[in-house]
């Protein structure tokens, strides 16, 4: 098995605490994208990046970091200046970018912020 | 940036029937645009899409219509089961980024 492969798949963490959230996949994908889930608001995108040691911000990068050292990993941040940390985070890949491709998503990860 | 706007965020019909979900978008440069379902607890995943080259796309009981000129696009699900009960998620590609619209729920009852 394989393709978009994200941890944890739930994390609960205090107030004020960097969480970092795993994104790996073997799908030889060049693009890779971080996405916000909330009820009612659709999927925004934090971050994405089209080729290593490359990324861009989203609509919503403020409070989050990422790196991409090697094209198979996209871990994503979560740090204490983020406001309202608590959602569901989807990673996601495609082949070329989005312009022309489809994407295909991880799992996501629930993050709680207690 | 690209904004996408999606209705009506809530759809209920019953099985048999049609159902029709509207996006428009606001970047006349976008030229891709997608079709995500996402059922219950389980990741998004593309039922179809359609590019700015093309005016409409058909797959068994689902369809894609594309305006250009009215910068909008809908999806068209026929003879709808009730498995296709799910969030759909309609989205516009401009300057290699995706942007998604804020979904709709749709139930089919049977």
């Known amino acids: 098995d394989g393709g978009i492969t994200q941890s944890p798949k739930y994390l609960f963490r205090k107030e004020g605490q960097n969480v970092t959230l795993s994104c790996e996949q073997n799908l030889n994908h060049d693009a890779m994208y971080w996405y916000r889930q909330d009820p009612g608001q659709g999927l925004r995108l934090i971050y994405y990046s089209q080729i290593v040691n490359d990324f861009q911000k989203g609509d919503i990068a403020e409070g989050y970091s990422v790196s991409r050292e090697k094209k198979e990993s996209f871990p994503l941040t979560v740090t204490s200046a983020q406001k309202n940390p608590t959602a569901f985070y989807l990673c996601?890949?495609?082949?070329?970018?989005?312009?022309?491709?489809?994407?295909?998503f991880g799992e996501g990860s629930r993050l709680t912020v207690l | 940036g690209e904004n996408v706007e999606q209705h009506p965020s809530t759809l209920s019909v019953q099985e048999g029937d049609s159902a029709v979900i509207k996006c428009t978008y606001s970047d006349s440069a976008s030229n891709y645009f997608p079709w995500y379902k996402q059922e219950l607890g389980k990741r998004p995943q593309l039922i179809i899409d359609i590019r700015s080259n093309v005016g409409e796309k058909k797959d068994q009981r689902i369809a894609v219509t594309l305006n250009k000129t009215a910068k909008h696009f809908s999806l068209h699900i026929t003879e709808t089961q009730p498995e296709d009960s799910a969030v759909y998620f309609c989205a516009a590609t401009f300057d290699n980024d995706m942007r998604f619209g804020a979904g709709t729920r749709l139930t089919v009852k049977p």
């Open positions: 996601a890949g495609s082949i070329r970018t989005a312009n022309t491709g489809e994407l295909f």
